[in-house]
Nanobody, 122 residues
């Protein structure tokens, strides 16, 4: 059983930075592609970023390109999302996901964390 646990969320002001972390347990991280999604109140869960198993490929939603960076440390079984130049519209619950498919569709991901709240005040 794979378990994911997010941390690092909080309340920040527009323009600030946050780094989210996702600790993976139950299986080695290098077995999975990993990604970040977010869901704002009243909206559907949307893709933010992903990184492939070996870390050689990353993808980002257009809305976060140039501001967010995704990385992974397979030795620590942890995935990170560095978020810079945060905007009010980045406010959401951020979820970590792991799976075998490289996809920006939530339905293609097998394992999910419980999420961490990010609130950006303008």
């Amino acid at each position: 059983q794979v378990q994911l646990e997010e941390s690092g969320g909080g309340l920040v002001q527009a323009g600030d930075s946050l780094r989210l972390a996702c600790a993976v347990s139950g299986r080695y991280l290098h077995a999975y592609h990993t990604g970040w999604f977010r869901q704002a109140p009243g909206k559907e869960r949307e893709f933010v970023a992903l990184i492939t198993r070996g870390g050689g490929r990353t993808e980002f939603a257009d809305s976060v390109k140039g501001r967010f960076t995704i990385s992974r440390d397979n030795d620590k079984n942890t995935v990170y999302l560095q978020m810079d130049s945060l905007k009010a519209e980045d406010t959401a619950v951020y979820y970590c996901a792991a799976g075998g498919a490289v996809s920006n569709a939530p339905r293609h991901w097998n394992y999910w964390g419980r999420g961490t709240q990010v609130t950006v005040s303008s």
